[in-house]
């Protein structure tokens, strides 16, 4: 699905990403952990293209990723849900949702009425609210809404910054159970998050970034036993 | 029969992404964690950082069992003491002993070795396993002890030693599978034809034998003998302990680990990779043992790798079997040859016995190895011409197989030394 070896990037002259390798296999919930600043996000802005990459190579869906602009790569199948949700606040949820199929559109076999249905399936609450603007929604509503909207898309991978930001401890239990289902489904799910239990319970395997490197991988639950990443992460305390 | 099939069967390219990823993992984590390893890539100018395909291992420093032994016991764990859930130490086969340690997930990727290892072999939930390696600071034991509980097999941790009640139990118990050293093996199978057992009343079927280098002779002698299938298994108590690879029903090749074990194969003498398909010394680097990782360390057992895809669809690739150690090899008038070489010849030929000595004396300046081997009573006894007859065919037979003539002695049955672990059969007695 995603393979990115030795990938390097960063903003101007600064070298946020130093050495990244790392990979998602089809039907995986793969998680990205680290503290503020480790590169998580300009990991996924430089998967989406919205970075460009300074060395190292990226194979998404078995296409090597040079310069591909970012709607391209979401019409190769690759969705991000943005931190902060960042949904259009001013127009309604289900004027939010279409957007997301805006890439799909026109194209042979895409039923946009269809794809709506899969997604007031997934989040029932935002069919009831599809008529209200997207910005009156609570904070896990408005996580949904950009969930959906990403699913829209009818990504293969779908990337996700941070979906527990902000939001109150229930909501992101809902949210981190949404995400399962989606793997259910049969969705590929890449997640980025500082809240490190919530990700590595629901993750098959998990990497944890440090200054734009990868420092630990494995299996979630390896990395929930390992006493590095307790001590950095968990917030447990060995002694 | 796969344990871990999506791992087992995976594609090269896939494996190859996980084993770089895991590897720069390694990296990091020894530079950090482990000082000899950031001294010595500081030494050589080497930033782990910078490490970028796998084609750049031949950069990287050696470990070697005298680093293990200088670093004694726990200078080279990764973790600090309280993340060790388990010590174990090497069987000291040579020289002093070295100390290796795991942590929880350490035991767990063990055990998931070992169960890929007893999967391959046959063995599976309804087994009935009986485990005659010794038990302690060897890993033979309690390698494969965890494995056969992962598979779900029942498990009896009879340890190694008093081969009689071995076959008690064996009998009682119903035991199915047999894990030890293929000369335990042996001799647990004359000991019960010496007693008259009834091999075809045992539940017996399959034999997993490691520890030591056997030849393919041995494993057509206790097939024959015990009516099972015997696979090979491999590993070393240094990075991690039985599990590293084992042999399919194809009895062909044992499958390494690719996925946790990164395996090169060197010339010893020039320290540079063989070309593909060569026999060389194997390297090994860990890629996701987090106590006591090693980078390429060198085990000085000699074999080669297959590259030949196997039947049993596994893309692991394999190993042959081990020929023997690079400090088994005894230089004879200017040939090596390695005691297996002389095993495999002489469990061809008719009349003699599988049990053999490889005597090493030294005259003058010139290094000279006697083989004693046991001959089956009839002939012991009976007949001279026979004898003359017997010991100039395994002489000829040795002389166009190792390129030297070696002296050949026969001695009577069961006058050499049985092993109930591992064998020793070179006695030297030069004074160096």
Known sequence: MLKIKNLEAGYGKLRVLKRISMHVDPGEIVTIIGANGAGKTTLLYTIAGIIKTMAGEINLLGQTLKKTKAEKIVDLGCSLVPEGRQVFSTISVLENLLLGAYVQSGKNGYDRKQELEKIYNIFPVLKDRRRQLAGTLSGGEQQMLAMGRALMARPKLIMMDEPSTGLAPLIVKDIFQIILRLREAGNTVMLVEQNARAALGIADRGYVLETGKIIIQGPATDLLDNHDVQRAYLGRDIE | MYWEKEKECMARDDLEQLQLERLQATLYRVATHVPFYRKKFKELQIDPDGFRSLDELQNLPFTTKNDLRRNYPYGLFAVPLRDVVRVHSSSGTTGTATVVGYTKNDIKTWSNMTARVLTAAGVGKDDVVQIAFGYGLFTGGFGLHYGA????????????????????????????????????????????????????????????????????????????????????????????????????????????????????????????????????????????????????????????????????????????????????????????????????????????????????????????????????????????????????????????????????????????????????????????
């Open chain 2, 149 to 432: 509980e992962r598979v779900g097999a029942s498990v009896i941790p009879i340890s190694s030693g008093n081969t009689k009640r071995q076959i008690q139990i064996m009998q009682d118990f119903r035991t199915t599978a047999l894990v030890c050293t293929p000369s335990y093996g042996l001799l647990l199978a004359d000991t019960m034809l010496e007693m008259d057992i009834n091999i075809n009343a045992l539940n017996l079927r399959f034999g997993l034998f490691g520890g030591e280098p056997w030849s393919e002779g041995m494993r057509e002698e206790i097939q024959n003998k015990l009516h099972i299938q015997a696979t090979d298994n491999y590993g070393l108590s240094e990075v991690m302990g039985p599990g590293v690879a084992g042999e399919c029903p194809e009895r062909n090749g044992l499958h390494i680990n690719e996925d946790h074990f990164l395996i090169e194969i060197i010339n010893p003498d020039t320290l540079e990779p063989v070309k593909p398909g060569e026999t060389g010394e194997v390297v090994i680097t860990t890629l996701t043992k987090e106590a006591f990782p090693v980078i390429r360390y060198r085990t000085r057992d000699l074999t080669r790798i297959i590259e030949k895809p196997c039947p049993c669809g596994r893309t692991l690739r394999r190993m042959e079997r081990v020929l023997g150690r690079t400090d088994d090899m005894l230089i004879i008038k200017g040939v090596n040859v390695y005691p297996m070489q002389i095993e495999a010849v002489l469990f061809d030929i008719e009349g003699t016995e599988p049990h053999y000595q490889i005597v090493v004396e030294r005259e003058g300046r010139l290094d000279k190895i006697t083989v004693l081997v046991e001959v089956v009573e009839e002939i012991f006894f009976d007949q001279m011409k026979k004898q003359r007859h017997l010991v100039d065919h395994i002489k000829k037979r040795l002389a166009s197989e190792l390129g030297i003539g070696i002296d050949v002695k026969l001695v009577e049955e069961k006058t050499l030394e049985r092993f109930e672990g591992k064998a020793k059969r070179v006695l030297d007695k030069r004074k160096l």
